[in-house]
């Protein structure tokens, strides 16, 4: 599969498994030496007033972007002032300023320019957003959202739909208008959000509200209730009653639920009456996706709607959710419009009290920790429910709010044993790539594909098209938009068996830590860390494919024959403040440094610079390495 030697694959894959081992056996042993000593890590200003050093940096970034790369921390260290203050906000504001990277631009240059198949547009948009940098289209513009594009994949994972249905994967213009109602509508209010997803045709087609009849039941038929299960159950308010701080509310000891099958029932006949946007009333229930338009939101057709008017078939006076304060105890009267029957029912579902910490502490767990403290919950559930202005459900107060938390900033001092992420696959990829420089390379301009002088259009099945594939080596088992099911590639209240489970902590990414997939991605890493820079002559193949450049870290690797006297301490210490935010032990540190020493020019024949092979293997024992696989 790969282009490496199979003596340099084995040593390799041995050297990954000794220091799992070794890392694992000594960690119980080992001091905390490399914690700085929390009490007095920000001077007495505030964590928020960071960063106070290039790891504070890193770190940071990590859990705002697709992953730091030296001038990432460089600059946003460049944004503090002398006496403290200032750097993460102003990185924020710089976010929030930020154009926003589309999809559909993307797309329709591929398809109206190039005049080229979209099959893998929306990968390679997604690639090109979340690596950043210039655009194809134009080098001139940059991509630089890298937060806003974060924030969307976070709500990719909680507002679900999948190119695995199989009408979504055959119409990629709708997958990238989808997604890009997720980045538009990223610091936006959660309310706009949650009807934009609500008219999407996609998640129209994906849970089955398009083309939603009302009932008739001298044909016994009845609306589809699975938008109106997910909807609640899924991207709003759960399926029981939720303490501001995230704790279940109990009953007798029996957790209370937050609805009851008549009230799913009542809003799938709320969610009657919406059809493509190009078919008629007279033609709703066969109109067809031949003729739909997957880029324009879902349009109403009242005869189609129950709104409480027909005797025989409607619900009358629907009980949605039931709550204090809700707008007339949560039900909804006869003789509304689909438009507003439906505002309605987003607004019951929008301002129930189960909202705030059930959206805010999966926001939390996608991008910060996956047990994050019930007092940072509440935190974050006051922040939703009033951002300081008086504004309910303010995501970008939210995501702020999460980001500069003092137990984001330092969580991991406090509990050293419990702080934390497993690092999705997917993420993992996106880290490297922009960690090691990638770009996309030798793409030819054969077949009527423009691939050539792209380094900026991330194509390739090694870099975009494969990454979901975990059976030959080169995916890692996920992808933008590719989860099995609705739940996600892993739900939120997953905890691996064992001492986790004993302790009672999550560990929603564990969920696809399947033996396979961990093969599949530490292979995928060994080929990318091996194989290819940007000095490869790129052969026959027209798409061509990603790859790193090595060359940016050559002179922190030693001299070119290496050996004993040859130090890789300084590439070492580098890779640690960017890949693990100066998290690295002083026994992996000293493990790595003593095992690349040893590597010389003359220990490997196929490669003299000993440097090439020192950074091979350091990005593969890194980001193979279980300090590394846990985000702290």
Request: net charge negative.
């Amino acid at each position: 599969m790969f282009r490496s030697n199979r003596a340099i694959r084995h040593a390799a894959r041995a050297a990954v498994l000794a220091l799992a081992c070794a890392t694992a056996i000594a960690a119980s042993a080992q001091s905390l030496s490399h914690f700085p000593d929390f009490v007095f890590h920000d001077g007495f200003q505030g964590v928020a007033a960071g960063p106070f050093n290039d790891s504070d940096a890193a770190r940071f970034l990590q859990q705002a972007t697709f992953g730091p790369t030296d001038a990432d921390i460089a600059h946003l260290r460049s944004l503090v002032a002398p006496n403290g203050g200032a750097g993460y906000q102003a990185w924020l504001n710089e976010q929030y300023a930020a154009p926003t990277s589309l999809m559909t631009t993307y797309h329709d240059w591929v398809a109206n320019v190039l005049n080229e198949n979209t099959g893998n547009v929306l990968r390679e948009a997604w690639f090109l957003d979340t690596l950043g940098g210039p655009d194809p289209q134009n080098n001139a513009v940059i991509h630089t959202d890298q937060l806003r594009q974060r924030v969307a994949f976070a709500l990719s994972e909680i507002f679900v739909i999948s190119d695995q249905n199989t009408l979504i994967n055959q119409h990629p213009e709708g997958e990238v208008t989808y997604y890009d109602i997720l980045a538009t509508n990223a610091f936006g209010n959660y309310r706009q959000l949650l009807e934009k997803v609500t008219l999407s045709t996609d998640m129209g087609v994906y849970l089955n509200m398009v083309s939603n009849p009302r009932a008739d039941l001298s044909q016994n038929r009845h609306p589809d209730e699975n938008y109106a299960r997910e909807i609640n159950q899924l991207f709003s308010v759960g399926l029981v009653m939720l303490n501001p701080d995230g704790s279940v509310q109990t009953s007798g000891g029996v957790p209370v639920p937050t609805y009851t099958q008549p009230v799913i029932t009542a809003f799938a006949h709320v969610f009657t009456g919406w059809n493509w946007a190009s078919c008629t009333s007279g033609n709703y229930l066969n109109c067809g996706y031949q003729n739909g338009d997957f880029t324009q939101p879902m349009a109403a057709f009242a005869a189609w709607h129950d709104n409480g008017s027909d005797a025989t078939n409607d619900i009358h006076n629907k009980q949605l959710l039931s709550y204090p304060g809700a707008v007339n105890g949560g039900v909804l009267v006869d003789g509304g419009t689909p438009q507003t029957d439906l505002a309605f029912a987003l607004d019951n579902i929008f301002n129930h009290p189960n909202v705030g910490p059930f959206i805010g502490k999966q926001l939390i767990q996608r991008l910060v920790t996956s047990n994050p403290s019930p007092a940072y919950v509440q935190r974050i559930t006051n922040v939703f429910n009033n951002n300081g202005s008086g504004v309910r459900g303010d995501l970008k107060a939210v995501v702020q709010a999460i980001l500069l938390d003092p137990e984001a900033r330092v969580g991991q001092f406090h509990a050293p044993d419990a702080f934390g992420k497993l690092r999705e696959p997917l993420l993992r990829m996106t880290h490297f790539w922009r960690a090691t420089g990638a770009l996309h390379h030798c793409g030819l301009d054969a077949g009527g594909l423009h691939y050539a002088n792209q380094p900026y259009r991330y194509a390739g099945y090694t870099t975009a098209y494969g990454t979901s594939d975990e059976t030959y080596g080169s995916g890692v088992g996920q992808a933008p938009l590719d989860s099995p099911t609705v739940f996600n590639f892993f739900k939120p209240s997953f905890g691996p068996s064992g001492e986790m489970t004993t302790r009672g902590l999550l560990g929603p990414e564990f969920q696809i830590a399947t033996d396979s997939l961990i093969v599949s991605s530490t292979n995928s890493l060994f080929g990318k860390s091996f194989n290819g820079d940007l000095t490869d002559t790129c052969g026959s193949d027209p798409i061509g494919d990603i790859a790193l450049n090595r060359t940016q870290d050559l002179p922190l690797a030693g001299t070119v024959a290496g050996g004993p006297g040859s130090s890789s301490a300084v590439l070492v210490d580098a890779y640690n403040k960017r890949f693990m935010a100066g998290q690295m032990s002083p026994f992996m540190r000293n493990v790595m440094i003593n095992y690349l020493d040893t590597i010389s020019s003359a220990s490997d024949p196929n490669q003299p610079d000993a440097r090439v092979s020192r950074v091979n293997r350091a990005l593969l024992l890194i980001s193979t390495s279980p300090e590394y696989l846990i985000q702290k």
